[in-house]
């Protein structure tokens, strides 16, 4: 595939469709033979240990050295760490056919992949997010990660993710410099080099608990705050879902399962419980878009925040009562939400919802989704926060 002209020409709306058909066509690609060495633990250090063997003949400037030689360095000590769960991964098939260009190309998203036929499905993920990156489109990833994982739930493989980021980055390199040498392609050699540096780069994650009502516009925040800070989002509507066997988009109430019991909610929020600590694990920041009525539903991750000794906010949503009933209203027409929640709904969550003890005030933004100027309440109120 050609590199794209300009950036410019890739949307949210296509990063995010191609995301989605990335996710449908892995869940039926065809799995790779149990027996072969496509997508083994063995076969991707070869093939991560020549990436990087071809690279530093091919550059000799000092720097150039340097930066080899710790991304070397870090892909030997990951691979030691997820050497069982790379070949866990092929024995439970999610070694597959790739279908990644396929599906850049009916999203009109044109991209310079160069891909195995034959690769992990988060590595497939991985080699879209390193393009957009290169692109510097990483203000669209987030949306594009969340909207995999949504549908997949993948998010045990996600240990994975960095090192197919920095394997991925470290091999557009090496492609790049087979061409030819030009000052042009060292100088877009060096970027993929510099990307894969920065995914080696452990940040500080945070834990957000999204709270209120239906219709208060916790999912919205929920993306804002992932796009801000490259965040990954559980969301119990979905995460509900999953547990039963549902697509998000499938109403329970037509499957004939009731999804909404104490007991059903309390297992929901003990599995995202795991999920959260997978993701905060990998040193990235979680939004848990759920009500969060309840004490023991907030309580559990701000817990969970402190045994991991990372930073943890409460974002209570609030909406006039005549704006929860237009939002949804218009959700249930549209049909394009996870949510079931009704109108009706909202007089019951009134009765359930537990208020916030002194000690979550402290660690509490309060947002009024219907003021204009939402968002840069929210930034202020991180700034001051989590600073």
Same mark, same amino acid.
């Given at each position: 595939?050609?590199?794209?002209?300009?950036?410019?020409?890739? &949307?949210?709306?296509?990063?995010?469709?191609? =995301?989605?058909?990335?996710?449908?066509?892995?869940?039926?690609?065809?799995?790779?033979?149990?027996?072969?060495?496509?997508? &083994? =633990?063995?076969?991707?250090?070869? !093939?991560?240990?020549?990436?990087?063997?071809? *690279? &530093?003949?091919?550059?000799?400037?000092?720097?150039?050295?340097? +930066?080899?030689?710790?991304?070397?360095?870090?892909? =030997? +000590?990951?691979?030691?760490?997820?050497?069982?769960?790379?070949?866990?991964?092929?024995?439970?098939g999610f070694v597959r056919l790739s279908p990644l260009v396929s599906c850049l190309e009916q999203c009109n998203i044109s991209l310079d992949i160069h891909?195995?036929?034959?690769?992990?499905?988060?590595?497939?993920?991985?080699?879209?997010?390193?393009?957009?990156?290169?692109? +510097?489109?990483?203000?669209?990833?987030?949306?594009?990660?969340?909207?995999?994982?949504?549908?997949?739930?993948? $998010?045990?493989?996600?240990?994975?993710?960095?090192? $197919?980021?920095?394997?991925?980055?470290?091999?557009?390199?090496?492609?790049?410099?087979?061409? #030819?040498?030009?000052?042009?392609?060292?100088?877009?050699?060096?970027?993929?080099?510099?990307?894969?540096?920065? $995914?080696?780069?452990?940040?500080?994650?945070?834990?957000?608990?999204?709270?209120?009502?239906?219709?208060?516009?916790?999912?919205?925040?929920?993306?804002?705050?992932?796009?801000?800070?490259?965040?990954?989002?559980?969301?119990?509507?979905?995460?509900?879902?999953?547990?039963?066997?549902?697509?998000?988009?499938?109403?329970?109430?037509? =499957?004939?399962?009731?999804?909404?019991?104490?007991?059903?909610?309390?297992?929901?929020?003990?599995?995202?419980?795991?999920?959260?600590?997978?993701?905060?694990? &990998?040193?990235?920041?979680?939004?848990?878009?759920?009500?969060?009525?309840?004490?023991?539903?907030?309580?559990?991750?701000?817990?969970?925040? !402190?045994?991991?000794?990372?930073?943890?906010?409460?974002?209570?949503?609030?909406?006039?009562?005549? *704006?929860?009933?237009?939002?949804?209203?218009?959700?249930?027409?549209?049909?394009? !939400?996870?949510?079931?929640?009704?109108?009706?709904?909202? !007089?019951?969550?009134?009765?359930?919802?537990?208020?916030?003890?002194?000690?979550?005030?402290?660690?509490?933004?309060?947002?009024?989704?219907? #003021?204009? #100027?939402?968002?840069?309440?929210?930034?202020?109120?991180?700034a001051s926060h989590l600073n």
């Amino acid at each position: 595939m050609e590199l794209s002209v300009s950036k410019e020409l890739i &949307t949210r709306n296509q990063v995010i469709k191609a =995301a989605r058909l990335l996710a449908e066509r892995h869940q039926s690609a065809e799995t790779s033979d149990i027996f072969s060495d496509d997508g &083994t =633990a063995q076969q991707v250090w070869l !093939d991560a240990n020549q990436n990087i063997d071809e *690279i &530093t003949t091919l550059l000799n400037e000092q720097r150039d050295g340097e +930066d080899l030689k710790q991304l070397s360095k870090w892909t =030997a +000590d990951q691979y030691l760490k997820l050497l069982f769960l790379l070949d866990d991964r092929k024995d439970d098939g999610f070694v597959r056919l790739s279908p990644l260009v396929s599906c850049l190309e009916q999203c009109n998203i044109s991209l310079d992949i160069h891909q195995t036929p034959w690769a992990d499905t988060l590595s497939d993920l991985a080699l879209f997010i390193v393009q957009l990156d290169s692109l +510097d489109l990483s203000h669209l990833t987030a949306a594009a990660v969340n909207r995999y994982l949504e549908i997949t739930g993948d $998010y045990a493989g996600l240990p994975l993710f960095a090192f $197919y980021k920095v394997f991925h980055a470290v091999s557009a390199a090496g492609n790049l410099l087979k061409t #030819d040498q030009s000052p042009e392609t060292l100088k877009t050699c060096r970027r993929y080099i510099e990307l894969a540096s920065s $995914y080696c780069q452990n940040k500080q994650p945070f834990i957000i608990v999204m709270q209120g009502l239906s219709g208060t516009g916790k999912t919205t925040v929920s993306k804002e705050i992932s796009e801000h800070f490259n965040a990954l989002i559980l969301r119990t509507d979905v995460e509900r879902k999953r547990m039963y066997g549902l697509s998000a988009l499938a109403n329970s109430t037509d =499957a004939g399962i009731d999804i909404y019991t104490s007991a059903a909610t309390e297992k929901t929020y003990a599995l995202i419980k795991q999920a959260a600590i997978k993701i905060i694990e &990998t040193h990235t920041s979680v939004v848990i878009d759920g009500a969060s009525l309840k004490q023991t539903e907030r309580g559990m991750f701000l817990t969970l925040a !402190d045994e991991l000794n990372v930073p943890a906010l409460i974002v209570k949503c609030l909406a006039p009562r005549e *704006i929860l009933k237009v939002r949804i209203t218009k959700r249930q027409s549209s049909n394009a !939400d996870a949510s079931e929640a009704t109108f009706d709904l909202i !007089d019951q969550q009134q009765q359930w919802e537990e208020p916030l003890t002194a000690e979550e005030k402290k660690k509490t933004i309060v947002l009024h989704t219907n #003021d204009s #100027d939402w968002e840069q309440q929210l930034k202020s109120a991180f700034a001051s926060h989590l600073n």
